[in-house]
């Protein structure tokens, strides 16, 4: 008889399987072959997560933990500059193993039986963190709360308009030239708000 798995290991098999996707997608994902590729049990998969289903819904809960602390992490050390904070994001999600991670979360929101596991506010969640951050540091520097959300909802669907081209085209030249552009755009904004 085998030994029993080791719950305490759940967080180092997430990680493993969460490196995993980020490498091959969620496409065609099933258990034996990721479990094979962890060099693991499926066994040892469903005992930590229950199911194929609760193993993708840990999955985005990760990554969107990581996105949201990502997010969180440059809105601390921009000490509330906006452009900052968008400079700081794109540098980060540009980098291959980061962008992968954020190509889980397209997935999951396009792929059909994968957007049905997830939890009904996760999409609003995604962007409203952004959104937040935003519109906070704007209505620091004087802006109004309506006009702040504003400018923080157009900064926050042009990343991830940018992101998905990112995706597409792989072109980090154009879209970095872009990413500056928004970054001094709010930046300017702050600016002129704190001027008045």
Known sequence: MGRKPNPERRPEI??????????TGLGDLSLRPLAGALGV???TLTYQFGSK???LRAVLEFVEAEQVGTARAAVRDAAGDVGTVVAAYWEWVTV????ARVRLVFEALTIPRVADLLADDFRARLMS????FLTGDLVGAGMARDDAEAEATIAASALAGM???LLATGDRERLGRAARRLAG????????????
């Open 14 to 23: 997430l990680r493993a399987v969460v490196d995993e996707l980020a490498r």
């Open 41 to 43: 049990s499926t066994y």
């Open 53 to 55: 289903e609760e193993l």
């Open 96 to 99: 291959p193993e980061h962008l």
């Open 129 to 132: 963190a952004w959104v937040e």
């Open 163 to 165: 992101l998905l081209d």
């Open 185 to 196: 755009h709010l930046r300017d904004l702050q600016l002129a708000c704190r001027a008045r």
